[in-house]
């Protein structure tokens, strides 16, 4: 193998690797996006649920200024 087409391998193998590195920079990148989306909703969700739990955390118990007197007195 001449010393032209050893060079010619060596871009030829760098050309592969850069090509197999933009596919998986592509791949990761849509992963990322897709995961971000995920946390935008789930952050949401977990705002209207806490909400929700605010909203519903009202006292079952009557203050005691509204409670009747038990029997005994």
Same mark, same amino acid.
């Given at each position: 193998?001449? &010393?032209?087409?050893?060079l010619? +391998? *060596?871009?030829d193998? $760098? /050309?592969? !690797? %850069? +090509? @197999? %590195? &933009? *596919?998986?920079i592509? /791949? $990761?990148? /849509?992963?990322?996006? +897709? %995961? %971000? @989306?995920l946390i935008e909703?789930m952050?949401v *969700?977990m !705002?209207?649920?806490?909400? !929700?739990? !605010?909203?519903?955390?009202?006292s079952?118990? +009557?203050?005691?200024?509204e &409670?009747t007197?038990p029997p005994?007195?």
């Open positions: 193998m001449t &010393e032209i087409e050893q010619r +391998a *060596q871009v193998e $760098l /050309e592969m !690797k %850069q +090509a @197999f %590195q &933009e *596919q998986t592509e /791949e $990761l990148n /849509e992963a990322l996006t +897709a %995961q %971000q @989306f909703r952050q *969700q !705002k209207f649920l806490v909400e !929700k739990q !605010k909203s519903s955390q009202t079952n118990l +009557a203050d005691e200024s &409670e007197p005994h007195y």
